[in-house]
């Protein structure tokens, strides 16, 4: 089990929050987030589960889904988010894809953070590229124990959140590799820096009420919202509109 990371920071995270948790629904096309939209999903994330953790969908498709939900009812409530792909630490490679992404007008966009040596050139790319308006979250595993003084960096980068998620899809969730305490320690950590909180990674609707102790700004769900329970297959109405309930 991976230790989070803690930080000498606190935030009591059993605060009502002005916002409510939101609902965060990963889909690949515009049918797909018709069925998110129509059953409560508050953000529309794009990405391409077949490649991946954070597998990236083609710039077209994701500029059309953006198009899509900005012309639907209601849209001023709604945002949309999208994944670079599962890329390397590399400065100049993430800068390259998340400027080409941000021209389809995406609200929000995700950056996995893989295992590297040293997270610190990768965040100074990265850090005028949040200057100029692009909204950035980081991606943090699970599986993945991170340096002290990461989500600190994060900050001062300019990124907006950090998403907790897990990179194997093999059907362990977050709750597998976290203790309940250590799970209120990331996120008191997170949220001490006044950064959002999502929570995501093979989660299903019997996880929520555990994970929302957390107090997230927003929980992600794909595979536990899909036909079978499986990311690959298309996303069932019904299962997101219970989700919604319950969120």
Known sequence: MNAPIIAPVSADI?????????????????????IALENGADIIDLKEPSLGALG????????????????TK???????????????????????????LATTGVDIIKIGFFQTNDYQPSLDALKSVAQAGTKLIAVFFAETTYP???????????????????AEKN???LLDYYSQEQRIAFAKTVLGYDLQL?????????HVALIKEMNPSYIGFRGGVCDDDQRNLTLDANKVKAVRKIV
């Open 171 to 173: 059907g362990l969730t």
């Open 14 to 34: 059993n605060k009502p929050q002005l916002k409510l948790t939101q609902l965060l629904i990963s889909v690949t096309t515009i049918k797909e987030a018709q």
């Open 198 to 206: 999502g929570l995501a990674g093979s989660l299903k609707l019997q």
């Open 56 to 71: 990236a969908l083609p710039i077209e498709t994701v500029q059309a889904v953006v198009a899509y939900v900005k012309n």
């Open 148 to 166: 002290q003084g990461l989500i600190a960096a994060i900050k001062n980068a300019g990124f907006m959140g950090i998403m907790l998620d897990t």
């Open 74 to 100: 209601n849209a001023e409530t709604k945002l949309t988010s999208a994944t670079i792909g599962d890329l390397p630490m590399q400065p100049e490679l993430l800068s390259a894809h998340v400027t080409q």
